[in-house]
């Protein structure tokens, strides 16, 4: 009789966390167009934003994988980004930051939607945040899922620098003003 017992409390804790997983499954957002606004998409990938979150889905597998967090300084103080995001293939490069209240975090990422494996994950912090922000304003991704990016340096408390000033590249003894005259 103990068997017996022993027994139905395995199988009711087993329905007990085949119900659970059935539930979080249907809470997890699809691949469906439907589900929240695209971000970005190909034939075979799907980046999306629904809330706060962004997620990443590949087609075929149809399995969805969340890529992080997106919202304003005006909603927690700080900015928490998603972007610029890139897609090839089953692949999806983008950059991640956190900025606000003196800190400043950012990584590059790129991951396979098919089956969620992160293949680069490079930190990219900044180590003068207080001062200087550094943002990924572009980004390139190609099939092998290397990563080139474009950064833009924003002063946050001190005034940002003037552009340096383009000289000319004239040949030597030649200057404005003077003019060559050719010999006869």
């Not at 804790?13 to 997983?21: E, F």
């Not at 249907?26 to 970005?40: H, I, L, N």
């Not at 950012?106 to 200087?132: C, F, H, K, N, W």
Request: hydrophobic fraction near 35%; include cysteine; proline fraction near 7%.
């Amino acid at each position: 009789m103990h068997h017996v017992v022993l027994a139905n409390g395995v199988l009711l804790a087993g329905a007990v966390m085949l119900a659970g997983t059935a539930a979080a499954e249907a809470k997890r957002p699809t691949c469906s167009e439907r589900g929240g606004s695209t971000v970005v998409r190909s034939p075979s990938v799907r980046v999306f934003k629904k809330g706060d979150d962004v997620y990443g889905c590949h087609r075929g597998p149809r399995k969805v994988f969340r890529l992080g967090t997106d919202f304003s300084p005006e909603t927690a103080g700080a900015e928490v980004g998603v972007r610029p995001v890139r897609v090839v293939g089953p692949l999806v490069g983008y950059s991640y930051f956190i900025r606000g209240r003196g800190a400043s975090r950012q990584s590059l990422r790129v991951r396979d939607l098919r089956d969620g494996r992160t293949l680069r994950l490079i930190d990219y912090s900044d180590p003068e945040a207080a001062t200087v922000s550094r943002r990924v304003t572009d980004l390139e991704l190609s099939s092998t899922g290397s990563l080139a990016w474009i950064v833009a340096y924003v002063s946050s408390t001190v005034r940002a620098r003037p552009p340096p000033v383009m000289k000319s590249a004239e040949p030597k003894g030649h200057s404005e003003g003077h003019r060559s005259e050719p010999m006869s």
